[in-house]
């Protein structure tokens, strides 16, 4: 098995995936074994540029894939400190999730949603319009 090293690669799918990467020549007919692939996606607004990052597939808990060369359309190394930095940071903050929400043991507080009803709501509304009205 070669080297590891983080690339960006273009499935012929379409997709385009970033990943810590090695490629093991076996016999002849390589395979590229993908550690932790996510999507990222560069965003820009008027706000400035942000960088999101998701998983590339969502449901399995592996950290390893394996695709055969034929369905790279092309790989490039990448070198950018920034893009190796926040992909970390993604892992990282992606194993304290999933350690914290994978038992099942969430206790529900009033800042994750559902407060009071909506007559409740509307009934505090109005009497703090009407306490600022009076005063």
Do not use: A, C, H
């Given at each position: 098995m070669g080297e590891e090293f983080y690339a960006s690669i273009k499935l012929v799918t379409g997709e385009e995936i970033f990943s810590l990467i090695s490629i093991d020549d076996n016999d002849?007919?390589?395979?590229?074994?993908l550690q932790n692939p996510v999507i990222i996606k560069m965003i820009n607004?008027?706000?400035?540029?942000?960088?999101?990052?998701?998983?590339?597939?969502e449901i399995p808990n592996d950290d390893f894939f394996i695709i055969k060369s034929d369905k790279i359309i092309t790989m490039t190394e990448v070198n950018n400190s920034h893009i190796v930095k926040v992909y970390e940071k993604y892992l990282e903050d992606?194993?304290?999730?999933?350690e914290y929400f994978g038992s099942n043991q969430t206790k529900?507080?009033?800042?994750?949603?559902?407060?009071s009803s909506v007559e409740d709501a509307r009934q505090n509304l109005e009497k703090i319009f009407k306490d600022l009205k009076e005063s």
């Open positions: 002849g007919d390589p395979i590229i074994i607004s008027n706000k400035g540029s942000f960088i999101k990052v998701k998983p590339w597939m992606s194993d304290e999730t999933s529900i507080t009033n800042k994750m949603g559902y407060v």
